[in-house]
């Protein structure tokens, strides 16, 4: 940056003065280029080998399972009708300790159905929902 010489305006100059700024840029720039190298080391890693266990769907006989496959809603394999679904879980739940529900929601049913079973069984006193997977 060039100084104004000659006949100019004695006071403050309304330039902006860059240097420091791109004094700080480049010894940034500086940084990150010495430091991403440092940063992509690889660490070597010895992960166990997986086992092939069998997993048992063991349900105990106070569980409470709702299976829902399109359209079709089964409170421990006992077809219950959307209407009295509310009431079924109210009373079963009414004497437990543990409100926990668990869901086996069939792969080719409608999300937001089982979602909207889900929360009459939530609306109708149960704490906890658990989701049952395939494996």
């Given amino acids: ?19 420091p700024l791109v004094d700080v840029v480049l010894v ?15 660490l070597g890693v010895n992960v166990p080998k997986k086992e ?3 997993v048992q769907n063991v349900t105990q006989a106070d569980q409470l399972v709702i299976e829902y496959r399109s359209g079709t809603i ?21 004497q437990r300790r543990d409100k926990v529900v668990f869901f086996n929601v ?12 889900m929360d009459i069984v939530r609306g109708a006193g149960a704490k906890t929902l658990g989701i049952m997977t395939k494996n």
Wanted: no cysteine; net charge negative.
């Fill in 28 to 42: 940034l720039l500086i940084i990150f280029m010495v430091m991403t190298p440092l940063m992509l080391k690889e």
């Fill in 106 to 117: 069939d792969d080719d049913a409608n999300y937001g159905e089982a979602v909207h079973v």
């Fill in 74 to 94: 089964l409170l421990n394999k006992e077809t219950v009708p959307e209407s009295q679904l509310a009431d079924k879980i109210h009373t079963a739940l009414a």
């Fill in 1 to 19: 940056m060039g100084m104004a010489v000659g006949g100019a305006k004695k006071g403050v100059k309304a330039e902006i003065n860059v240097t």
């Fill in 52 to 54: 092939n266990v069998e």
